[in-house]
Nanobody
Framework: QVQLVESGGGLVQAGGSLRLSCAAS????????IGWYRQAPGKQRELVAT???????NYADSVKGRFTISRDNAKNTVLLQMNSLKPEDTAVYYC?????????????WGQGTQVTVSS
């Protein structure tokens, strides 16, 4: 059974830092691209950052230079280091794992972790 479990969310003041972790199980983790998404109240879920199975990264413009995504395939874990946090970063953050091949797509989501940034 595939599971993605996020942790590390919490309440932080503007300018502070948090590190989110996504721990995966039940999958061949190294073959999946992993993404962090977020959803603020009343807004659509949006992409924050992704890291491919090969380690290539991509960031939303709003977090470039402040957030860093990384993966540890030995630990089946992806981290999202968030620095210089702003109130507009407040959202539920979700981990997503995707793999495609031979006409089949595998797509899994975690349950989310709340990040609240106070001004």
């Amino acid at each position: 059974q595939v599971q993605l479990v996020e942790s590390g969310g919490g309440l932080v003041q503007a300018g502070g830092s948090l590190r989110l972790s996504c721990a995966a199980s039940g999958m061949t983790f190294s073959t999946y691209a992993i993404g962090w998404y977020r959803q603020a109240p009343g807004k659509q879920r949006e992409l924050v950052a992704t890291i491919s199975s090969g380690g290539s990264t991509n960031y939303a413009d709003s977090v470039k230079g402040r957030f860093t995504i990384s993966r540890d395939n030995a630990k089946n874990t992806v981290l999202l280091q968030m620095n210089s946090l702003k109130p507009e970063d407040t959202a539920v953050y979700y981990c997503n794992a995707v793999r495609s091949g031979s006409g089949v797509k595998f797509d899994y989501w975690g349950q989310g972790t709340q990040v609240t940034v106070s001004s």
